[in-house]
């Protein structure tokens, strides 16, 4: 302590967890770093209490396959950045260890209350650790040894520990078989002052803008039909259509199921706000998409539960294609929580999403349309339902992106 490089040490032993999967290692040191700069997840973790947890990460990944296999750096700065941190991500194999020692004293020997913190990727064969990759927050450092504190979430195999600087560094550097690439470290803070990252060669303005929770999808691991959807709107550019987004996730009418491979419904919010905005948030996307009835097939918009419900009454309106009005849903395992929402407005959402930020501002404030027509719901209602927007379009615009 007298040296001046515990500064980071007391908010992050404060929130210092034990992972609760063994590949969770990334997503506890991602809630350790959140709950000690104190960002709000805008919803409540048990009780009145809003704290952090790692099945709050819903953008980028999925959490089931993550359950299994950890995540990537890249997606590690993913999630953070969709959960509004700043993010400085390099890897080691981009840096020198003088570089990696000064991002150290910055971020541990703070005059104030901490306003970042530091986040190592690292193998840990090269620390003479049982394991492979692995996350860590960096806790303190100490000058005169040159150590720094690792303050490591696999506390059933080791708990925090000192390392010489230079091996830390060194570790950083082995490939990670997943990706090619290096490991490296990540400064993640909550002030703004941090430049944005990004993929070279390219412009992603919404990478700059602080992105909320979701509060009615979760993300599923795909990259790859990402990957294709993003080539697919290139090609449309600038004429995107509503109809032109339900035809690729429909397969043609298909199987008009295939859009949760991309997303899956949250599940039902138990907090007064989060159930109110929820239905407010329905309420806006109804009314918009009357507005878009031409191209909206009404079989889109009957929900699971709705299935469940009138499975074996007769109805003008059969089951949409690709499924079985007597199968269990293919989203959340099953879960009868999932929210009750239909294709069709989870389509909306990905449509606004293919949109430039000025298109879907004009359309979620319906721009031209007298007060009096407008659908009644408040501006927060409005602001939210873009955010869902933007963190579809984020999760498809990075999903190429290594850093």
């Known amino acids: 302590m007298s040296t001046g490089g515990t500064s980071a040490f007391f908010s992050l032993i404060e929130q210092l967890q ?10 506890t040191t991602l809630v350790i770093i959140l709950n000690a700069l104190a960002v709000d997840p805008r919803r409540s973790w048990k009780g009145p209490w809003r704290w952090y947890e790692e099945s709050m990460l819903n953008c980028c990944i999925d959490l089931d396959i993550a359950k299994k296999t950890g995540i990537t750096f890249s997606k590690f700065a993913c999630l953070a950045k969709c959960q509004g941190l700043d993010v400085q991500a390099v890897h080691g194999s981009d840096s020198t260890v003088e570089q990696f020692r000064q991002v150290v004293k910055q971020t541990c020997t703070h005059e104030k209350l901490p306003s970042s913190f530091l986040v190592i990727s690292y193998t840990r064969k090269v620390l003479g650790q049982t394991g492979t990759g692995h996350f860590s927050p960096i806790g303190a450092y100490d000058e005169a040894s040159d150590n720094v504190l690792i303050l490591d979430t696999a506390r ?35 002030d703004g002052k941090n430049d944005e990252i990004s993929k070279p060669g390219t412009s992603c303005p919404r990478c700059n ?3 909320p929770l979701s509060v009615l999808f979760g993300s599923k691991q795909n990259d790859s039909l990402r990957k294709e959807f993003k080539l697919f709107l290139e090609g449309l550019l600038p004429d ?15 199987n008009d199921n295939y859009i949760w491979e991309l997303v899956q419904p949250q599940l039902q919010p138990v907090d007064s706000a989060d159930v109110y905005m929820v239905n407010s948030l329905r309420q806006l996307l109804k009314g918009l998409i009357e507005k878009e009835a031409s191209d909206m097939p009404a079989t889109l918009l009957l929900t699971w539960q709705w299935l469940n419900a009138n499975k074996g009454i007769k109805s003008e309106v ?34 606004l999403a293919s949109l430039s930020e000025k298109q879907r501002r004009g359309i979620v404030y319906e ?7 407008k659908i009644g719901v408040e501006d927060t209602v409005r602001e939210q339902l873009l955010a869902e927007a933007a963190l579809v379009s984020y999760a498809i615009e990075t999903c190429d992106w290594n850093v």
């Not at 034990?18 to 997503?27: F, M, N």
């Not at 995107?240 to 298909?254: A, E, H, M, N, Q």
């Not at 294609?321 to 293919?330: A, D, K, V, W």
């Open 367 to 373: 721009d031209g349309i007298s007060v009096e027509m």
């Open 156 to 190: 059933f195999k080791y708990g925090p520990h000192w390392a010489p600087l230079e091996l830390v560094f060194e570790a950083l550097i082995p490939e990670d078989p997943d990706t090619g690439k290096s490991r490296g470290y990540v400064v993640l803070s909550y």
């Open 209 to 211: 803008s602080p992105l």
């Open 18 to 27: 034990t992972q609760p999967e063994p590949a969770y290692c990334g997503l």
């Open 318 to 351: 059969t089951c949409p294609r690709g499924i079985s009005c007597c199968s269990l849903s293919p989203i959340n395992n099953g879960s009868v929580r999932a929210l009750e929402i239909s294709p069709g407005e989870a389509l909306y959402i990905v449509y």
């Open 240 to 254: 995107i259509t509503l109809s032109s987004v339900i035809s690729f996730w429909t397969k043609d009418r298909t």
